[in-house]
């Protein structure tokens, strides 16, 4: 029942444009466009609605050739292809190296704040939420040098 409500509810502005269009002149001159009659207005032509579109049979489609197990994909030779691991080890190797350093970098900012205590935090969840982002951050520097790792260890 509901289905129907929305289909209905989607349909009804559609009803309108079913109808005949005509094209009025008022008194004053002006042609007006509409598909209701206007008073003190002279119907001057109607037009014809479009016809409804039926439902088309699309055309057969040309039959498809099989595809051949691996034909679509290009072989590389293997020296081409150790080319490119070589070259994607060396960048993730800089970026894992990159990675190190900002983690050391992290690790002493977090010792820094850690040793260090304000004179508005006699509350300890106060020190604690001061210390959130440092930590965060060496967390997640140590996740992306895992995954580095990972991604190094999945090269032939």
Same mark, same amino acid.
Not at 139 to 148: K, P, T, V
């Given at each position: 029942?509901?289905?129907?409500l929305v289909w209905l +509810?989607?349909?009804?502005?559609?009803?309108?444009? +079913?109808?005949?269009?005509?094209?009025? +002149?008022?008194?004053?001159?002006?042609? /007006?466009?509409?598909?209701?009659?206007?008073?003190?207005?002279?119907?001057?032509?109607?037009?014809?609605?479009?016809?409804?579109?039926?439902?088309?049979?699309?055309?057969?489609?040309?039959?498809?050739?099989?595809?051949?197990?691996?034909?679509?994909?290009? $072989?590389?030779?293997?020296?081409?292809?150790?080319?490119?691991?070589?070259?994607? $080890?060396? /960048?993730?190797?800089? =970026?894992?190296? $990159?990675?190190?350093?900002?983690?050391?970098e992290a690790r002493r900012?977090?010792?820094?704040? =850690?040793?260090?205590?304000?004179?508005?935090?006699? %509350?300890?969840?106060?020190v604690e939420e001061r210390?959130?982002?440092?930590?965060?951050?060496?967390?997640?520097?140590?996740?992306? /040098?895992?995954?580095?790792?990972?991604?190094?260890? %999945? +090269? $032939?």
């Amino acid at each position: 029942m509901r289905p129907i409500l929305v289909w209905l +509810l989607f349909a009804l502005p559609a009803v309108p444009s +079913l109808a005949e269009t005509c094209k009025y +002149l008022d008194k004053d001159g002006r042609t /007006i466009y509409s598909n209701v009659p206007i008073k003190n207005a002279r119907k001057i032509a109607c037009f014809q609605p479009p016809p409804p579109v039926a439902a088309e049979t699309p055309a057969p489609a040309p039959p498809v050739a099989q595809p051949v197990p691996d034909a679509g994909k290009t $072989r590389v030779d293997s020296q081409t292809q150790r080319k490119r691991d070589d070259e994607r $080890r060396q /960048i993730l190797e800089e =970026e894992l190296a $990159r990675e190190q350093t900002a983690l050391s970098e992290a690790r002493r900012a977090l010792s820094d704040q =850690e040793a260090t205590r304000l004179g508005d935090e006699r %509350n300890y969840q106060r020190v604690e939420e001061r210390l959130k982002p440092y930590q965060e951050a060496v967390e997640a520097h140590e996740r992306n /040098i895992a995954s580095i790792k990972r991604e190094m260890a %999945n +090269l $032939r």
